[in-house]
Each structure stands twice: as C-alpha cells, then as structure tokens.
C-alpha cells in the first residue's frame, strides 16, 4: 500500500519535475486507506507472475496487488467503511476471443509479419474461458462490500472471427452444457499445430520448430485432449453482453464482402505464404479502415503459398446481430439469465444496445461502439445516440454505469456504417463530453485495449465528473477479469472498487494432465509465452482501487 503523504508527494513531484506522472491516486494517508472484507480468490490475495525473466517463462504465485485509494474526482472521508452500502457488484470480463483456430478465414501466415496474427494460446480458449466461469462462480460477493455478483457483463470481442461455431461455444460456457471445441473433419485436425510447418508450434511432435526453439514445450495428445467434448456448468450469476469488432467484422476489421464468406466456409485453408503479398496484405491490415477489400490479395497468396483441402464447414459462417440476439434468447442459453441478456427479441443488427437494471438503484447501458463498415475502431450512430440521451433522462434517478466495447480514444472510425447507412457517426470525444451533462453517470466500462487503464474524467460540477476503466482482455495475459463495486459511503461520495481476479486453474501447466483444469493452467503460461506478449497489466492505479466520487443523488 503506498503510504505517502499528499505534501510529500507533491514536493517530490516538485523537486523532480515529475508531479504529473502521477494521478492522486497516490496521494494516501494511512486513516483513508481502502478496507476490504475478503481477499480470497482475488489479486488482493496472490497474483500470477513468471518464474524468470528469460526464456520460456513458468509460473508462480506472485505477491498480492494492494487496494488504491484513487481521489483525483472527490476526495475520501474516515471512517466511510463503517457507513458504506453495497449497491451493486459487476463482473467485467472482456475480449474472451473465443476462437476456432481450424476457420480457413485466418491469417496465422501473416505472423512472422504482424505478430498479431496468431496465438499458440488460442487452441486452448474455451477451456481458459471454462475456468474463468468457475472462479467467478466461486466468488462470495464483491471484496469491499461483500455484496452478492448481481451480474458479470462481457465487454465484447467475445467471439474472435464472428464464426456461427464460436458464438455457439461462448454461449454454452456461459449458460452450461456441453462444449465441442471441433470443426471440419471430425476426428482429423486441420489447423496449423498440426500441419508439420516449422513455422507453427507442433506440440505432438519433437521436431523442431520456431516455438520450440523459444522453450515451448512438446504436449503429447493435446491435439485430442482440445477437441474433446466437456461439461460446463455456466455462471450461475445473471450474465449480459456487449458487442465487440471482432463480433460483428470478420477478424474484427474486414467488412463482410463475398469472400469472406467464401473462406469462411469454404473448403481452402492457407498455412504457409510466399513472395510480396503477404507483406502487402500485413501493410493492409495494419492499416485497415473501413471498406478495405483484401480478397484479391488472399487469393493472390493462396495460388503461390502453402494452401491445402479441408473440410468446409457451414457452421464457420459469420453470424447477423439478428442471429447472435435469435440465439441469446434460446432456451438452451439462457443459463441463470436474464433472457436475451440485456437485448430484447427485436432487436437486430441495427440496435444491439439496451439498458438493463443491476440492482434497485443501479443501471447498466450496453452500447454497440461497433461499425460494420470495417476498420478496428469504432463510434456510436445517430440513432442508438438519441436513444442514449433519452435513456440517460428516464434513469436520472438511478445511478449508471455504460459498458462499450471501445474505449474512448479508439473511437474514430466515423464512416458510414452498412447497417444504419443515414446514421451520423460520433466519436468518443464527443461521447465523453455527452455523458458530462448527466451527472448520475458514474463510470464508462470498456475494453479492447486488452490493457489496464483507469482514467479520470473530471469537471467543472464534480457532480458530473466520472471515471473511465479500461480492461486487459482473457485472451492475452494477464487473461484476467476484474470486479466492479458500486457504494455510497453516506458522506456525499461514492466508492467503485474494482478488483483483478485470476481464473481458477493451476498456476504450473502439467504437460501430462490433459484435463479441463490442465488445459486452462497450459492457456495461461502460453499466453505468458507469446512471442507478441507485453506487459498489459498497467500501473498499480489501474488495477485494484477504490475510486472516490462526489454522490450526484
């Protein structure tokens, strides 16, 4: 816990020229301190950290992540714990990418290039996801105020490709049943750990390949263990989702041209690639924007690359916000509810935002930040933005948390999207100053970062200040979640304490436990191992806090 006292900080930051580095997040003393009731099952009790600097890299339990007394919007008063009430408790979980590594519309052969292409972790995410619902499941109640999980909301990207097969393997982890993590030729593997390329990691063999010359390790029966059908049990907490890119474009950038779908289901997979083109098509979608056709390239690198025969595979297909809300509203998915969670059954791919109540005096707005036009970025249109000001009105008697999937400064992308082509396009700029003016606002909730930031949005009424919390995704690690807690402390503020929580699997892989909890332990060290990994984590402010606002009620 930093324990520096707000003069002495400030007259370093003097001395140093560096006060502005620093939020009053450090800016603590000992009687304001954050009091939580429970650390177990949290970051607030143990973290996960790698064994060594160097190297393929192992796990261990690292020391605890300390509650942060964040006071840059209001400032914290004694003795509030004694008087704080729970008013609601949120789960964020956020970019789950839950993907089928075997869809032929991939871009693995483009890693050595983008470095973002492809992940070894990837085969392994529905048993991370798996063990993600089994720690939430776990949790008592929020750490600070002990109050119950109202409910955990998804921020998006909760599907990688936008496939048919991986909304149906997402939506099965979160209400229960039976997971089969397969696709194509039943029984015969078709993706890249198996295609006997050096450029891929090989985990049944002990050639040798580029990960394996980085440490990894060889995994005997994997391939089959990844496969294989399993139970979940699903939250069993009310569960609500956000769309993200990657849930509404194919690979979260690629409007949804004819070829997409033409190699989504089709029956051509590319493996390895040669020549120019695929430093052209790296150069493209690093740059991607909305309205990017990139089929010719594909199929340019398909005729002079490594591309082989697979099984097509309808259930690859891209899925229509009609489809994904038709599902959510199926018996088999509605899990411990609500039904739809949060979309009504008229809703289609135009209006994929709702508001939905957390708790008596709670609200929760969905926003779909999303533009299927292409592009990574995102804005919000015209109509779901007239929408926003009404429900904004009919709820100012509640306190409101909005959840997108962009966060504020990756939401740019103004073309016109396809679905509301007679829409205007607002960019997070002016979202932020829109949610201002309605002082009930108390945080922003996002993700696609797949980092973690905490950013204070202040004004000139502290009323109508509120807070901004950006969170890492499940995909890349850390591959955490984080819990959100609303108080009032019954002196004229109000606390959101968000916490870091880990899955619940073991922190050292066993390459010879091939179970469900094995698997999920082997998606955290690779995620840890990823030749693209990098520090997400944040500073200790944008991750374990309590945030102090002045009550606008």
Same mark, same amino acid.
């Given at each position: 816990?930093?324990?520096?006292?707000?003069?002495?900080?400030?007259?370093?930051?003097?001395?140093?020229?560096?006060?502005?580095?620093?939020?009053?997040?450090?800016?603590?003393?000992?009687?304001?301190?954050?009091?939580?009731?429970?650390?177990?099952?949290?970051?607030?009790?143990?973290?996960?950290?790698?064994?060594?600097?160097?190297?393929?890299?192992?796990?261990?339990?690292?020391?605890?992540?300390?509650?942060?007394?964040?006071?840059?919007?209001?400032l914290a008063h004694r003795g509030r714990e004694d008087r704080r009430e729970g008013l609601a408790t949120v789960?964020?979980?956020?970019?789950?990418?839950?993907?089928?590594?075997?869809?032929?519309?991939?871009?693995?052969?483009?890693?050595?290039?983008?470095?973002?292409?492809?992940?070894?972790?990837?085969?392994?995410?529905?048993?991370?996801?798996?063990?993600?619902?089994?720690?939430?499941n776990s949790l008592p109640g929020g750490p600070a105020t002990g109050r119950p999980v109202d409910a955990v909301?998804?921020?998006?990207?909760?599907?990688?490709?936008?496939?048919?097969?991986?909304?149906?393997?997402?939506?099965?982890?979160?209400?229960g049943g039976t997971v089969v993590p397969d696709s194509g030729e039943v029984g015969a593997f078709e993706g890249?750990?198996?295609?006997?390329?050096?450029?891929?990691?090989?985990?049944?063999?002990?050639?040798?390949?580029?990960?394996?010359?980085?440490?990894?390790?060889?995994?005997?029966?994997?391939?089959?263990?990844?496969?294989?059908?399993?139970?979940?049990?699903?939250?069993?907490?009310?569960?609500?989702?956000?769309?993200?890119?990657?849930?509404?474009?194919?690979?979260?950038?690629?409007?949804?041209?004819?070829?997409?779908?033409?190699?989504?289901?089709?029956?051509?997979?590319?493996?390895?690639?040669?020549?120019?083109?695929?430093?052209?098509?790296?150069?493209?979608?690093?740059?991607?924007?909305?309205?990017?056709?990139?089929?010719?390239?594909?199929?340019?690198?398909?005729?002079?690359?490594?591309?082989?025969?697979?099984?097509?595979?309808?259930?690859?297909?891209?899925? &229509? @916000? =009609?489809?994904?809300?038709? /599902? %959510? !509203?199926?018996?088999?998915?509605?899990? *411990?509810?609500?039904? +739809? $969670?949060?979309?009504?059954?008229?809703?289609?791919?135009?209006?994929?935002?709702?508001?939905?109540?957390?708790?008596?005096?709670?609200?929760?707005?969905?926003?779909?930040?999303?533009?299927?036009?292409?592009?990574?970025?995102?804005?919000?249109?015209?109509?779901?933005?007239?929408?926003?000001?009404?429900?904004?009105?009919?709820?100012?008697?509640?306190?409101?948390?909005?959840?997108?999937?962009?966060?504020?400064?990756?939401?740019?992308?103004?073309?016109?999207?396809?679905?509301?082509?007679?829409?205007?396009?607002? &960019? @997070? =700029?002016?979202?932020?100053? /829109? %949610? !201002?003016?309605?002082?009930?606002?108390? *945080?922003?909730?996002? +993700? $696609?970062?797949?980092?973690?930031?905490?950013?204070?949005?202040?004004?000139?009424?502290?009323?109508?200040?509120?807070?901004?919390?950006?969170?890492?995704?499940?995909?890349?690690?850390?591959?955490?979640?984080?819990?959100?807690?609303?108080?009032?402390?019954?002196?004229?503020?109000?606390?959101?304490?968000?916490?870091?929580?880990?899955?619940?699997?073991?922190?050292?892989?066993?390459?010879?436990?091939?179970?469900?909890?094995?698997?999920?332990?082997?998606?955290?060290?690779?995620?840890?191992?990823?030749?693209?990994?990098?520090?997400?984590?944040?500073?200790?402010?944008?991750?374990?806090?309590?945030?102090?606002? *002045?009550?606008?009620?």
């Open positions: 816990m930093v324990t520096l006292s707000r003069r002495r900080l400030l007259q370093a930051g003097a001395a140093t020229g560096a006060v502005a580095l620093f939020p009053t997040a450090v800016l603590l003393d000992r009687a304001t301190r954050p009091q939580v009731n429970y650390r177990a099952g949290t970051t607030l009790e143990s973290t996960v950290v790698p064994a060594s600097r160097h190297g393929y890299r192992r796990l261990r339990t690292g020391d605890p992540w300390d509650m942060v007394l964040r006071q840059d919007l209001a789960v964020q979980v956020s970019d789950l990418h839950i993907t089928d590594v075997q869809n032929p519309m991939r871009f693995e052969y483009i890693d050595r290039i983008s470095k973002t292409a492809h992940r070894p972790q990837e085969l392994l995410g529905v048993h991370g996801t798996a063990a993600l619902v089994q720690r939430i909301m998804s921020t998006g990207d909760n599907t990688d490709n936008q496939s048919g097969n991986e909304l149906e393997w997402l939506l099965t982890l979160l209400a890249v750990v198996t295609s006997g390329l050096a450029e891929y990691w090989q985990p049944e063999t002990t050639e040798r390949d580029r990960y394996k010359d980085l440490g990894f390790p060889t995994v005997p029966g994997l391939v089959a263990a990844v496969t294989r059908p399993f139970e979940t049990p699903g939250l069993n907490v009310p569960w609500l989702l956000t769309m993200g890119n990657h849930d509404v474009v194919a690979n979260g950038m690629l409007e949804n041209r004819a070829y997409v779908e033409e190699w989504s289901g089709g029956e051509r997979k590319i493996f390895s690639a040669r020549g120019d083109l695929p430093l052209l098509l790296a150069a493209r979608l690093a740059t991607v924007k909305a309205g990017d056709d990139v089929g010719e390239l594909i199929r340019g690198i398909a005729s002079s690359g490594t591309t082989r025969t697979v099984r097509a595979d309808e259930r690859r297909l891209p899925y &229509s @916000g =009609a489809e994904y809300v038709r /599902l %959510l !509203h199926q018996e088999r998915f509605t899990g *411990a509810g609500p039904v +739809g $969670h949060g979309y009504s059954l008229d809703a289609g791919s135009a209006n994929l935002y709702y508001s939905h109540e957390l708790a008596p005096e709670v609200v929760a707005i969905s926003l779909d930040s999303t533009n299927q036009a292409g592009g990574i970025d995102g804005s919000i249109g015209s109509t779901q933005w007239s929408w926003l000001m009404r429900e904004l009105e009919r709820v100012r008697d509640k306190y409101v948390l909005i959840f997108t999937h962009h966060p504020s400064d990756a939401m740019g992308n103004l073309a016109s999207d396809p679905r509301t082509p007679s829409d205007g396009r607002h &960019s @997070g =700029a002016q979202l932020l100053h /829109l %949610l !201002h003016r309605y002082s009930n606002v108390l *945080a922003w909730v996002n +993700g $696609h970062s797949h980092r973690n930031r905490i950013t204070a949005h202040p004004a000139v009424d502290p009323r109508r200040s509120f807070w901004e919390i950006n969170s890492v995704s499940h995909i890349d690690a850390p591959q955490q979640a984080r819990t959100i807690e609303v108080a009032r402390n019954g002196d004229g503020t109000v606390s959101l304490f968000t916490t870091m929580i880990d899955a619940d699997s073991p922190l050292e892989a066993a390459y010879d436990d091939l179970s469900l909890s094995g698997l999920a332990s082997l998606y955290r060290e690779l995620g840890y191992n990823d030749p693209a990994f990098r520090d997400r984590r944040g500073l200790n402010w944008d991750r374990n806090t309590e945030l102090i606002l *002045a009550d606008p009620l």
